[in-house]
């Protein structure tokens, strides 16, 4: 069994920046691949991110491109989600997941291929 916990999310005004993080905990697999998905109200959750657990290949949805980075701290078994340059349209719940499928690169984007989720987290961003 593998239980996410993000942390890390609040209010905070365009242009500003958050980090997100992503505690680890159970099982980890070498070779699966962590991400980061959001959800705005009234839409589909959108992937944002990935990582290779081991190899620290990362990945990124073109909407973030430039602005978010997605790394890892194995010695901890966490995740983080640096979010710079923040935008209104960035407001969404951001969700930790866990693929843990036979590995896959680039990664699989759409949330019903992943198996483990954490709780999430809100970020806002003020106009």
């Known amino acids: 069994q593998v239980q996410l916990v993000e942390s890390g999310g609040g209010l905070v005004q365009a242009g500003g920046s958050l980090r997100l993080s992503c505690a680890v905990s159970?099982?980890?697999?070498?070779?699966?691949?962590m991400a980061w998905f959001r959800q705005a109200p009234g839409k589909e959750r959108e992937f944002v991110a990935a990582i290779t657990w081991g190899g620290g290949s990362t990945y990124y949805a073109d909407s973030v491109k430039g602005r978010f980075t997605i790394s890892r701290d194995n010695a901890k078994k966490t995740v983080y989600l640096q979010m710079n340059s923040l935008k209104p349209e960035d407001t969404a719940g951001y969700y930790c997941?866990?693929?843990?499928?036979?590995?896959?690169?680039?990664?699989?984007?759409?949330?019903?291929?992943?198996?483990?989720w954490g709780q999430g987290t809100q970020v806002t961003v003020s106009s």
């Open positions: 159970g099982r980890t697999f070498s070779r699966s691949v």
């Open positions: 997941a866990a693929d843990s499928a036979v590995f896959r690169w680039p990664p699989r984007q759409n949330n019903y291929e992943y198996d483990y």
